[in-house]
């Protein structure tokens, strides 16, 4: 369970930077520790898909995260 005290103190984050943090948890995890359900990975393989037939409709993560983080207040 996690400690009440680190939720408190991630409550203080500014949203750009709880999703820093939640950026910097995710890295830690390797893909035995996030289930990935048969379903979702017919859609990652139609996504991989389109994103190769249509490479001038992709943005690479460091844009896409900018624009998001604009969007907040």
Known sequence: MIDAAL????KCLSAAE????IEAVWETL???D???TEK?????DAR???A????EDQ????????????QLP
């Open 59 to 70: 943005s690479p993560w460091t844009e896409a995260r900018e624009r998001l983080q604009r």
């Open 48 to 50: 991989i898909s389109d």
């Open 7 to 10: 939720i408190s103190q991630v």
């Open 34 to 36: 996030v289930p990935v």
């Open 18 to 21: 709880r999703l820093e943090l």
């Open 52 to 55: 190769e037939n249509n490479p």
């Open 40 to 44: 979702e990975k017919l859609l990652l």
């Open 30 to 32: 390797s893909p035995d």
